[in-house]
């Protein structure tokens, strides 16, 4: 299908959407809504603490068969999206010419999407090995965002990430690596990984693609054994630019005295100097502070309760490959959607057997597992990530060349097919597409 049309089809799509019986996405026949909804599951706290009674302070979790009710009915490839659903943020700070001052705006626009999560305690799904999600956004301004995700590895858990507004020059990678370890009465995600933002169209002091780094909070599952189970999110975000730099601080409830959800960070440049303090609440009210003017009152940097999300758009489920994550898990969500536990758990228990299986199969016959999508970094590329989209996607200007690339990686808009390509591991397919420009580049 040509670009033109792809584009011309998804702009029809419509972004709120329910699941109809065959399992496509429609308009008509509503059936199942799988979006979060307000659950408060602390009925099913004596299941987990039957469990965790078993357990030891600072033993792994992921390898630990967790009850269903405790799960959000999407995967960890989805969740990622939540830190996305701000692109007119994202959008704003590259506009900004000034150097400062786009700094705070992609502070604001990383912290705006950490309040995105369903409202009781829910841990998103373990993306099994190989598993994939791809999504689109149809921006006011009538561009494109592309999304496209994967689970690289399973034992650490780690899901690679890219996604990118070719007409505004936006480009994200990243990889998130939860370690999960039981501490008494809560639960941690030690959240290891990194996310890198480019304006790719700003050039820094060495001439390339201007590059922010950014890590994340920890998140804890409070009040596992007594008390009233809640997220919290905790410990240091750290954001650095070409010429500032912020350490967020997220504080966590103290036994006795503090207060939850709290924020506080100053932004400086390498040399120490100090321009401005974030302070206030994640889920609520973040406020800015001039620090370089004394009668300068903090005014608001993001308010949560009057921020309009922009939630990414799927292809039909009858699109979809079998390891496409809605597809993947649909039995699993759908058993959720309508708290049916026991139908959950035993679909979720299909899933993970037969990927034990697989990994058996794999051992016994010596095959490594490889990543479709996503190629490891090699060990002397200077780069800040483990794992990288395959494909080199097009710089410059010319955006319609980077949206095919992009769109040939994987199928992303209605419409789209797979291909025989999709198949082959990413570290070949680089190999293909590096003699093509070999040989182009000679002809």
Same mark, same amino acid.
């Given at each position: 299908m040509a670009l033109g049309k792809l584009k011309a089809k998804s702009l029809q799509s419509s972004s709120s959407s329910v699941l109809t019986k065959d399992g496509a996405?429609?308009?008509?026949? $509503? /059936?199942?809504?799988?979006d979060d909804v307000d659950e408060n599951d602390e009925s099913g706290q004596n299941i987990l603490l039957n469990i965790i009674s078993q357990l +030891?302070?600072?033993?792994?979790?992921?390898?630990?068969?967790?009850?269903?009710? #405790? %799960?959000?009915?999407?995967s960890m490839l989805e969740r990622i999206t939540n830190q996305l659903q701000f692109p007119d943020i994202v959008m704003d700070a590259h506009r900004e010419h000034d150097d400062l001052q786009r700094f705070v705006k992609v502070v604001k626009w990383y912290l705006a999407g950490w309040h995105i999560a369903p409202k009781a305690v829910k841990k998103p799904l373990n993306p099994? %090995?190989? $598993?994939?999600?791809?999504?689109y956004w149809d921006l006011p301004n009538k561009q494109q965002a592309f999304y496209i995700a994967e689970q690289t590895s399973h034992h650490p858990p780690e899901s690679a990430y890219f996604y990118m507004i070719p007409e505004s020059s936006i480009? /994200?990678?990243?990889?998130?690596?939860?370690?999960s370890r039981f501490l008494g009465n809560s639960t941690a995600a030690m959240?290891?990984?990194?996310? /890198? %933002?480019?304006? %790719?169209?700003?050039?820094?002091? +060495?001439?390339?693609? $201007?590059?922010?780094t950014l890590s994340q909070p920890n998140m804890y599952a409070r009040g596992i054994l007594f008390g009233k189970m809640r997220i919290e999110l905790g410990d240091h975000? #750290?954001? +650095?630019?070409?010429k500032f730099q912020v350490d967020v601080e997220f504080k966590t409830k103290g036994f006795i005295s503090g207060t939850y959800d709290a924020i506080s960070g100053t932004i400086k440049d390498y040399e120490g100097k100090e321009y401005y303090e974030i302070?206030?609440?994640?889920?609520?009210?973040?406020?800015?502070?001039?620090?370089r003017d004394k009668c300068f009152k903090k005014t608001i940097l993001f308010d949560t309760s009057k921020a309009t999300v922009s939630k990414p758009k799927v292809r039909p489920l009858s699109e979809q490959g079998e390891y496409e994550s809605r597809r993947l898990w649909k039995?699993?969500?759908?058993?959720?959607?309508?708290?049916?536990? $026991?139908?959950?758990?035993?679909?979720k228990f299909k899933i993970e057997n037969h990927q034990r299986e697989l990994a058996k199969k794999r051992l016994e016959d010596g095959v490594e597992f490889h990543s479709k999508l996503f190629k490891r970094a090699g060990p002397h590329e200077d780069l800040d990530l483990d794992y990288y989209l395959y494909k080199k996607i097009p710089g410059g200007n010319n955006h319609e060349e980077q949206i095919k690339s992009i769109l040939e990686i994987a199928p992303i808009l209605p419409g789209q097919k797979f291909t025989e390509k999709f198949q082959i591991p990413a570290y070949k397919k680089q190999e293909i597409q590096e003699k093509v420009l070999t040989q182009n580049s000679k002809s």
């Open positions: 996405t429609g308009s008509h026949e $509503e /059936v199942l809504d799988t +030891k302070p600072g033993c792994d979790l992921s390898r630990i068969t967790l009850p269903t009710f #405790i %799960l959000e009915k999407k099994v %090995l190989g $598993e994939h999600f791809t999504c480009r /994200v990678d990243g990889v998130c690596i939860p370690k959240m290891a990984g990194l996310t /890198v %933002l480019q304006f %790719l169209d700003i050039m820094d002091s +060495k001439n390339k693609p $201007e590059k922010y975000m #750290i954001i +650095k630019g070409p302070s206030g609440k994640w889920n609520d009210v973040m406020y800015i502070k001039d620090l039995k699993v969500t759908d058993a959720l959607a309508m708290r049916d536990h $026991e139908v959950a758990t035993e679909e």
